[in-house]
């Protein structure tokens, strides 16, 4: 390590303060000799030799005050001693810097004596427990100069030592309190040596390393000799066009640049460098700040912010760029682009029942397989959820896209082995083409997803074109989107209750809350076009807690051994909190929980069953009956009478509608009837409109029902017409 790191050229001010004191003592003894010459000239001008003499004197005495004046303006220790060792003269600074010996000081004095006295009163540390051997070493240092040295005092301070011998056998000495200059070279070494940073010491001149801290030797991978043998060239990876170049005309400089280690590795680091001088040397000082990691990790989240997480396809954001960009170009050139949206047939399934990790695997390899299809100058994407895209740039005819599309949906069709598990999913593929189905991204993306869903309606597993009718059915589902919203904040929509019967009595024991909506242009919207539509929108919470409220509210007006039945959709128990809702419309009502069925289909427990399961008992806590609508129309519907013990299942209408006809519809309906029994359910039969379908069922021993036949839903105004004139037949 260097012994100083400084711009000073203090080195050079003590030889010249040195040989300026020699040269004045030189001076005033050649001129007293010169002047005592003439006494050698005989008695006769022994009076004029005196003169000479007198004035030779005069004038060594000024030479000598003038050197004293000069010596004490140095700003370092200075003294001169004879061939025998002793003082001639000193200045005050070398006094003040032995100023625990300067008592000793006088004219005459040796120089070894006082060292002598100095060691025994502890002055010179490094001389304890080897006196004799310190000053032995001193003094050859004394009379056989062979350049600058180090003295410490016993105070802590740090003196430098430059002497030289004079012609005549004496010695001048210079002294320097260097304490300051070492303790900044202590603190340069401790920040320099054991920094965690790389640093490097450079000749400014030949670039080459001639420092080089531990932290450097380890994360180059080169030892301090191999470094010290390097120029920062060799650390440059090729080709980096970028500035590597550090010895500039500043005093310090900031550049990124690309180094290369031992290994191989190649990082990039910012490199802050500072001119200084080092041992005398003109160099610069670099500080290394490995970036690589960071710039790595910045290039991470600029590729995550355009692409999927799970399949690392470019996501919509990133999709939607490049198609402005390839729809630009076709405008220059011409030709055709084309947008294709693809979807996943059944791939709910495979999540349903195999779980969340298991479809994430499937929709890997389904990325997969459309990269496989795709031109590497078009672009796949993942949309969202099993949503996907492919964008071609440049395609010479619609058909080429539509070759493009039945590929897609072979390969993507063929079966998948993963983990074990053979899975099969489909897809469905909507086409748009530019320049005839839309100039800009946005359009051409929308009216191919409008091309999907119309494939999705027909079938599946299939391509289709867009059409311009799709998009007015877009703009017509829009609007009625629209007029459902503004309906449902302005409470518009109506509850309208159908009555539930009791078969042997015809005694209306119920009713069920229905949804109507008087369309101010439309007339009455079906319920199965618009509930749908709240369901995709996420208006069916609304929806459904507008009819809680509404028809506990109306219930309030009914006898109190009247019934009340209000329908959950699934999509309530995955974006609402029905246990709330609920019991705010109880609270609010006030009618007994009791007199409450809700009535779910068993799609509701298809998605996260028990998280359903749950909810559901929370909600028979509350007091209220259960009920599974639609019996018999999905795949597990005895499973889940396993898993939930329901107060009552309805057998829907499309057993009732063929019962008279159709000896296995008879047998499904004795079925369902002797299971309910054996469970201690209750049964409601849907859509009785005949009196055959009411004698059927009441030999069955159906004990409810409700249907055309008795009454059509009706307003609540009606109902309570129908209560007061508690009818005991079937209401026309």
């Given at each position: ?12 001010r ?6 300026s ?57 200075i003294?001169?001693?004879d ?8 200045n ?5 810097i032995?100023?625990?010996?300067a008592?000793?000081?006088?004219v ?12 025994g ?11 004799e ?30 002497e030289r ?10 002294r ?57 060239h ?14 500039c ?9 690309k ?21 005398g ?59 294709l ?23 890997q ?6 990269q ?8 796949a ?12 740039s440049?395609?010479k ?16 069709s063929?079966?998948y ?18 320049p ?19 494939g ?19 703009q ?91 329908n959950?959709?699934?999509m ?8 709330q809702?609920?019991k ?23 998605d ?20 599974m ?38 047998a499904?309906?004795r079925?369902?009837l002797g ?9 409601v039969?849907?859509?009785?409109e005949?009196?055959a ?40």
């Amino acid at each position: 390590m260097a012994k100083s790191f400084t711009k000073t050229n203090g080195g050079k001010r003590r030889r010249a303060a040195l040989d300026s004191a020699r040269s004045l003592l030189e001076a005033a003894k050649d001129r007293c000799w010169t002047m005592l010459d003439p006494l050698h000239g005989g008695g006769a001008k022994v009076k004029n030799a005196r003169a000479v003499a007198d004035a030779a004197i005069a004038n060594a005495a000024t030479a000598h005050e003038r050197l004293r004046a000069a010596l004490e303006i140095l700003p370092q220790g200075i003294v001169f001693l004879d061939n025998e060792g002793r003082y001639i003269l000193w200045n005050q600074k070398y006094a003040d810097i032995y100023k625990r010996s300067a008592d000793l000081f006088k004219v005459g004095v040796r120089l070894e004596d006082t060292l002598r006295i100095g060691v025994g009163r502890g002055d010179y540390p490094e001389a304890k427990g080897r006196e004799e051997e310190w000053i032995k070493e001193r003094l050859d240092q004394l009379y056989n100069p062979r350049g600058p040295h180090e003295q410490n005092l016993s105070d802590g301070r740090c003196i430098l030592i430059e002497e030289r011998k004079t012609s005549d056998g004496g010695v001048i000495g210079l002294r320097m309190d260097i304490t300051t200059l070492k303790q900044r070279e202590a603190s340069f070494r401790l920040l320099f040596d054991d920094n965690p940073v790389p640093m490097f010491v450079l000749d400014r001149d030949t670039q080459s390393f001639i420092a080089a801290n531990a932290a450097a030797q380890s994360h180059y991978g080169y030892t301090r000799d191999q470094l010290l043998k390097m120029k920062l060239h060799d650390l440059r990876v090729e080709h980096d066009e970028r500035v590597d170049d550090v010895a500039c005309s500043h005093e310090t400089e900031v550049v990124t640049v690309k180094h290369s280690t031992r290994d191989g590795r190649t990082i990039e680091a910012v490199v802050f460098s500072r001119q200084l001088e080092y041992e005398g040397v003109p160099a610069i000082l670099l500080a290394v700040v490995d970036i690589t990691e960071r710039k790595q990790a910045e290039a991470r989240i600029a590729f995550m912010a355009h692409h999927d997480a799970l399949t690392e396809l470019p996501n919509r954001v990133l999709f939607r760029q490049r198609m402005g960009d390839a729809l630009a170009a076709r405008a220059r050139s011409g030709g055709f682009a084309g947008a294709l949206c693809i979807d996943l047939d059944n791939f709910k399934l495979v999540n349903d029942t195999l779980g969340h990790p298991m479809g994430d695997r499937l929709l890997q390899e389904v990325a997969h397989r459309i990269q496989r299809v795709t031109r590497q100058r078009d672009m796949a994407a993942r949309l969202g959820g099993d949503e996907f895209a492919i964008l071609v740039s440049d395609s010479k005819t619609p058909q080429e896209l539509a070759i493009l599309a039945q590929r897609v949906i072979d390969t993507v069709s063929e079966p998948y082995m993963i983990e074990g598990h053979v899975l099969t999913v489909g897809a469905t593929v909507g086409i748009a083409v530019a320049p005839t189905d839309g100039e800009d991204a946005d359009r051409l993306l929308r009216n191919a997803d409008l091309a999907l869903y119309r494939g999705k309606s027909e079938g599946k597993s299939t391509f289709r074109f867009f059409e311009q009718e799709m998009d007015a059915k877009a703009q017509a589902r829009r609007q009625i989107e629209t007029d459902l919203r503004a309906a449902i904040a302005t409470e518009k929509i109506e509850v309208y209750y159908q009555p539930l019967v009791e078969l042997s009595t015809n005694e209306v024991v119920g009713f069920e809350a229905l949804l109507r909506w008087p369309h101010p242009t439309r007339g009455f919207v079906p319920p199965a076009e618009f509930v749908p539509l709240a369901e995709e929108t996420g208006l069916i919470t609304a929806l459904g807690n507008f009819v809680l409220k509404r028809a506990c509210a109306d219930a309030t007006e009914w006898p109190e051994h009247v019934k009340l039945a209000v329908n959950l959709s699934p999509m309530q128990f995955r974006v609402g909190n029905v246990y709330q809702n609920v019991k705010d419309a109880l609270t609010a009502s006030g009618i007994d929980p009791a007199r409450l069925d809700l009535e779910i289909t068993e799609s509701v427990l298809l998605d996260r069953t028990d998280h359903v399961i749950a909810h559901l008992h929370a909600l028979r806590a509350l007091g209220v009956r259960i009920s599974m609508d639609d019996f018999g129309t999905g795949y597990s519907s005895l499973s889940y009478l396993r898993s939930f013990p329901f107060d009552k299942i309805k057998i829907d209408r499309s057993f009732v509608r063929d019962l008279t006809g159709n000896r296995h519809t008879l047998a499904i309906v004795r079925a369902i009837l002797g299971l309910a029994s054996g469970l201690d359910m209750k049964v409601v039969a849907e859509g009785i409109e005949t009196q055959a379908d009411l004698a059927c069922l009441a030999a069955e021993g159906c004990k409810e029902g409700q249907g055309f036949f008795f009454s059509e839903a009706r307003p609540q105004a009606e109902v309570i017409k129908l209560l007061n004139e508690n009818q005991r037949r079937h209401v026309a």
